[in-house]
């Protein structure tokens, strides 16, 4: 069975849209959870792999973390957490 880390809640949904724009690269913008699931895969292969893409998405979570959502930046620390446990 599948895990999709991205649930169907509007939190998870626009955490996975801040990840894409995080990342720098937009991989979907809508709001279907299954493809915000693909777009987070994405998001997640390009930082595992690359220290420098991890660390330029950290400076940039850090640049925004005051002026976006709380819990939606919690989220994004939890998403982002599991990748450097994984």
Excluded: K
Aim: glycine residues 8%; charged residues 20%.
């Amino acid at each position: 069975m599948t895990t999709f880390p991205i649930h169907d809640t509007p939190v998870d949904r626009e955490a996975a849209r801040v990840c894409q724009s995080l990342h720098g690269r937009f991989f979907y913008t809508g709001t279907d959870v299954v493809q915000l699931n693909a777009a987070w895969a994405q998001v997640a292969e390009g930082l595992s792999g690359d220290p420098a893409a991890m660390s330029a998405f950290q400076a940039r979570f850090e640049a925004r973390r005051g002026t976006g959502d709380p819990e939606v930046f919690a989220r994004i620390e939890q998403l982002v957490g599991n990748l450097s446990r994984a």
